[in-house]
């Protein structure tokens, strides 16, 4: 009898140790996290979705915000980490970045009235910025991505204004009987450069953002216009007609050292720098209607971008160098396009009965 006891007790302690195992995972944590990025801007909307298999449940989390669920959402843009922690002491770490969409800004007279709008990339979300009784041309981002520059002849001429990136706090900073168009910010955000006839001719200025301290730093009886400071605050190009041109000059951001990047026939004009500062996209009608072109920063190299037998305008880099968004007259109106710096990814944004134009690019991404 003792002996059938033992046999009994022997195959439960078997039985049970072989539950046990199977109880328990003795595959290691694998962590996967799905990402909802954010949908429009100035909305904390974004989500992070986390998968665990492998160890032992249950689970305990823990994200770099403080949060201590397996998901977490209303979420800013940035890097999210995650430490997870099974019930055998076993950790393992993971991280995921949520990303604010792709957004422009950019003028249209679609009320009838030159006005400014919002909107993302793949022409979601749109939100009309103004509604004034002027006229708004010229919009572009502030380089942290608060503040819109723009000229309106609200007050009767063109002077240039900045707002928030809502619309909101329109000021006025110049004041001045002639025209002013083109705002430029400095890559540091403290200044913008833009130009003005108010001297007889087109000729280039600097200004404090809040409108003081302005500096005249072209003076020729030639037409200088449309300033783009480069990445590194260190110079600006522009257009002239210093050589006949118009054509794309580049100058240190004083105003002093001058020389052409652009010498061929036809007009060559509104150049605008790659984020890396190694390349300038511009527009010309050296061949024809007006097509975008590329070339170096030192005007070397120059190649056609578009072949779109269109007029093609106000070219704007992507903050990451990777496209290149532009206005495009192709049905009759003009719309916004964009395409990738080696000619691939043509496509329309916008599609509208009436005119886009002044796209630029919100700065951060």
Same mark, same amino acid.
């Given at each position: 009898m003792k002996q059938c006891i033992v046999l009994f007790l022997f195959m439960l302690s078997i039985f049970q140790g072989c539950k046990n195992s199977n109880d &328990? %995972?003795?595959d290691s944590l694998t962590l996967t996290i799905t990402v909802s990025n954010i949908t429009q801007l100035g909305e904390t909307n974004g989500s992070l979705d986390l998968t665990v298999s492998g160890g032992t449940a249950p689970y305990e989390y823990l994200w770099s915000n403080g949060e201590t669920s397996e998901d977490i959402d209303s979420l800013a843009a940035g890097v999210y980490s995650v430490t997870v922690t099974d019930d055998d002491g076993e950790t393992k770490s993971d991280s995921a970045e949520v990303l604010l969409p792709e957004v422009i800004v950019f003028c249209s007279d679609r009320t009838g009235n030159n006005e400014i709008y919002l909107m993302n990339l793949d022409g979601s979300n749109l939100i009309q910025l103004t509604n004034n009784t002027g006229e708004e041309w010229?919009?572009?981002w502030s380089p942290d991505g608060s503040k819109i520059a723009y000229a309106s002849n609200l007050e009767g001429n063109y002077d240039i204004y900045i707002m928030n990136a809502d619309? &909101? %706090?329109?000021?006025?900073l110049t004041d001045n009987t002639a025209d002013d168009h083109g705002p430029s910010w400095s890559p540091d955000g403290s200044r913008i450069a833009f130009w003005s006839d108010r001297d007889g001719d087109r000729e280039i200025?600097?200004?404090e953002i809040d409108g003081s301290g302005l500096q005249k730093i072209t003076s020729n009886a030639i037409m200088d216009t449309s300033p783009k400071w480069s990445p590194d605050g260190s110079k600006i190009t522009f257009y002239s007609d210093q050589y006949g041109g118009p054509d794309v000059l580049v100058m240190d951001a004083d105003g002093t050292n001058r020389q052409a990047l652009t010498s061929s026939a036809g007009r060559n004009f509104l150049p605008d720098? &790659?984020?890396d500062g190694m390349q300038i996209v511009f527009e010309s009608?050296?061949?024809g209607p007006l097509e975008l072109y590329l070339m170096n920063s030192d005007g070397s190299n120059q190649e056609r971008l578009t072949f779109m037998n269109g007029d093609n305008h106000e070219p704007d880099w &992507?903050?990451?160098g990777t496209k290149i968004v532009f206005v495009s007259f192709q049905n009759g109106n003009f719309d916004i396009s964009v395409i990738n710096p080696d000619g691939t990814g043509l496509r329309n944004i916008t599609s509208h009965s009436a005119n886009d134009f002044s796209p630029s690019w919100y700065p951060i991404q």
């Open positions: &328990s %995972n003795t010229s919009c572009v619309g &909101s %706090n329109q000021q006025r200025y600097i200004m720098w &790659s984020p009608d050296r061949h &992507s903050p990451d």
